[in-house]
Every structure is written in C-alpha cells, then in structure tokens.
C-alpha cells in the first residue's frame, strides 16, 4: 500500500502521549479520585487534536464512554471501529520506577510511564493518524467511528453501553480493532523475524469464589479438617491439567503461516502440527507458559481470606480463583469441571464475574488482508500472523454482532517491554508510535468502498 504523498505528519507525538501519561485515570481507584482525571483526558484530546474534535461528532454514551464518528461520502456502507481505552491499572507505591510512572518521562528515544502501552500509546496513533489524515483534506471511504473506554481495567462497562448503543441502532461493522497482539521478534524458537501477531479471538474469563465452613473455636484444639484447610485442599486440587488441552483453528492457521517463514525440518514440524490440531494441544501443553494458555483454559488462585486471629479457628475460609476460558468452553462448562475437580461438596462455587470466550474472526476475509496490508507500510519486516488472545478485551462486546473484530496494537514489543504491561517501567518507543501513526494511517486510506 504506497503512501499518501500529501500527508504531512505532525511532530510532537512524545509529547502528546507524555501529558495523557501524567493524567492518572486509573479506573480501579475511582471512588477515591474521581472522575476529574478522566474528564481532564477528553477535554486533552481536544486540545491536542482540534481537528479531530471538530470534525469528527463526539457522544458521550457513559460517564467513561466516548464515541466519535468520522462520517465517509458513503453512510450505507459498514464502518470501521477502531478502539482503544483510557485507563490504566494502579501502581503499587512499594515498586521502583526509573522514572515516576505519572510522570510521562521522554527520555533515550521512549516515552516512560503508566499506561504507554496499555493502552493509551495505542489510542495516541489513532487519534495521530486520524488528525494527519483530516489535515490533508482525506475523506474515508466508509465512516469510521473511534470508540474510546475508560474502564476497560475494571471490566469495561463503558464498552458495552457502546457496544448496546451501535446494537439498537442496527450498526454492523465491517472491522473491528482493539487492543491485544502486537508486533513481536521471534515468536517461536524456531520461527525468527518479526510477526504481527493478529488476535482472531480472545479466551473468556470467569472469577469465582470457593467458601468452606466449619466448627469455630480455640485454635488449641482443632478438627481433623478446619475450613481454611478444605479451602486450601480444593485450591490444590486445580492443577494445570484441571482442563483438557484444545486447539482451535487460529493456532493451525497461525502454525501454517510460520511454516513459510522458515525450511527444512522445523518447517516440516509446524506443517505438521498445523496438520494435526489433537498433537498439537498435547505439545503446547506440556511447553507450558504462553503455549499452554493458547490451548486449555488456565486456573490461578489469586485471594485468600478467612480468620480473625491467630489463636481463632475460622468458621469461614475462601478463595478467589480466575480462570481464562479456552475457545470451546463455556462460563457453565467450566464451573461443571471445577466442581468435578474439587470433588467436595462442602465447598461452595459462587461466580463472581464471568465473560463467554469470543468465536474466532476469519483470518482469510478482506478486513483480514487489510490489517496485513497496512502491517506491510508500517512494519515491513512482518508478516501478519492470527493468534488467540489470553487477556480479555473491551472487544469482547462487539464480537457478538460483528463477525471481523481483530486485536492488534501496531507497536514492535519485545518480550522485556510486555512484561511492563499492569508492571513497573512500562514504556513505549517514540519510532514505535511513528509507526503505529503509520498503520492506522495505511489501514484508514485503504478501506474499500462497501455497500
């Protein structure tokens, strides 16, 4: 896809995503911040990006919700949305930072702080590209709505008013794009290179909470069984291989492609376990780590609670588990198994919170080859690549009613800067926002006129 030899790109982008960064909209302390900071972030949108915000018409469809439209020449054809979210996770006060995390540091060619990569860097290329793209005088060739949330950390109910509102309006986008992939190096052992890594659909998500009772009392004398230990024996009943291994088509799909990166027997290896989706579950589940959450849904006990005192049996114990629902299973099938597992019926099974797996978008459509044309403007090294998502996204609302919703952030992270992500240090690099510029820019001035 060439470039638009019109476009002039703005400088300062650093400096954009530094004053987003030290806007501390982080979701999960709205009770005790407010929502000054967040209101703050969408008056800053304004000030940064004025065409933007002048040609694009603006709803506010939740305290933390904002649709933007950017209307084409064609109002019949199906829109694109383009998504991203505006708030961060907390920061805990006892980690150390090179630079304060609110502090949007430009320092050796990156942008430091809170947020630079989850998720306010890859709002930034958007509104970027759409502010270059109006400057030029460009008019898309369907309209194009930004959907922006700014509780995505807190499960996302500013997304699904979005997602509700476009529903009773009887909107189906044609493309979908919110966080998720990225643009990786080596993304298997034997596959060198760059990949954009594409999510074609994303793992459900459930939390629930197991609670024991038994007999309080003096800590002196204790039962054989008190609750904090049958808590504690149905927590290590879920193993690893609490669930069964499967792989859905976007890992043979994604095998297939790495196939033709590479020769010889490790090409002959990934055709093979392309081939054989059964082997391949079995192989990626004993690799362990990243590998395994692609194929089997994984279980990780994550709160513990019960007592009063040291000296005091509890008549109460918990513990809080979240599971992230392989494709193929569901939020029902999952509780079914856990209870299978835990064989205790002395230990109850409250579900907290819970979200059905996506279904898997088609890696072999138009808005598919889409994507990968502006990967190829962007980040020409890489090809583009479907894969599943582990974490959930605020896409997750729209892929009931739009068939081609994808996650993918343009940006090149190297496994040290993934590990940044919800951690200390996160950062993104200042070419890395050129070049997500650069996609959304590519993607936006190449869709096709639709009916």
């Known amino acids: 896809m060439p470039e638009n030899p019109n476009i002039i790109v703005r400088a300062g982008a650093a400096e954009r995503l530094s004053r987003m960064i030290q806007l501390p909209t982080v979701s999960a302390e709205l009770e005790t911040r407010g929502l000054t900071d967040f209101d703050t972030f969408i008056d800053l949108i304004g000030e940064l990006y004025p065409l933007t915000v002048a040609t694009l018409e603006h709803e506010k469809l939740h305290d933390l919700g904002h ?34 995390p609110f502090a949007g540091q430009i320092a050796n060619g990156n942008v430091y702080g ?22 030029a005088g460009f008019t898309p060739a369907r309209d194009v709505y930004l959907s922006f949330g700014g509780n995505e950390e807190s499960f996302g109910s500013a997304a699904v008013e979005i997602a509700a509102e476009l529903q009773r309006r009887n909107i189906v986008p044609w493309l979908v794009i919110d966080e998720g992939g990225a643009v990786v190096v080596d993304p298997l052992p034997i596959v060198k290179g760059q990949s954009a890594m594409v999510g074609v659909g994303e793992k459900g998500l459930v939390t629930v909470k197991l609670t024991a009772r038994g007999d309080g009392g003096h800590a002196s004398f204790p039962p054989a069984l008190t609750a904090v ?5 149905a927590v290590n009943r879920l193993t690893p ?56 849904t994984t279980v990780a006990p994550t709160m513990l609670s019960g007592g009063t005192a040291d000296n005091v049996l509890p008549s109460q114990a918990s513990a809080t588990v979240n599971l992230r629902i392989a494709l193929g299973e569901t939020v029902a099938s999952t509780v079914r198994r856990l209870h ?3 064989n205790d019926p ?30 190829g403007v962007s980040h020409p090294d890489a090809i583009a690549v479907p894969y599943i998502v582990f974490a959930a996204t605020d896409s997750r609302h729209f892929h009931t009613f739009s068939p081609a919703t994808y996650r ?16 200390v240090d996160e950062f993104v690099e200042i070419a890395e926002l050129e070049r997500g510029e650069q996609f959304h820019r590519a993607l936006i001035a190449g869709l096709p006129a639709g009916r």
């Open 67 to 100: 649709l933007y439209r950017w209307r084409s020449n064609n109002p019949t054809a199906q829109p694109v949305i383009l998504m991203a979210h505006y708030d961060v996770v907390p920061v805990d006060e006892s980690d150390d930072w090179t630079y304060p």
């Open 114 to 135: 809170r947020g630079t990569l989850d998720d306010k860097g890859p709002l930034l290329v958007i509104l970027e590209a759409v502010e270059n793209l109006l400057a």
């Open 229 to 233: 230990g049958r808590v504690s024996r």
């Open 241 to 296: 291989s609490t669930f069964s291994a499967r792989s859905p088509k976007a890992i043979s799909r994604m095998l297939s492609t790495f196939a033709n990166r590479v020769s010889g027997p490790p090409s002959f290896v990934l055709k093979a376990l392309a081939a054989l989706p059964p082997v391949t579950a079995r192989v990626f589940a004993k690799l362990g780590g990243e590998p395994a959450a692609m194929v089997r």
């Open 340 to 342: 299978k597992r835990i």
């Open 346 to 375: 002395l230990i109850s099974i409250e579900v907290v919170s819970g979200s059905e797996p996506s279904p898997e978008s088609s890696a072999d459509n138009e808005q598919f080859a889409a994507i990968a044309a502006a990967v």
């Open 408 to 423: 993918f952030a343009p940006l090149l992270m190297s496994s040290a800067q993934r590990a940044t992500i919800h951690g």
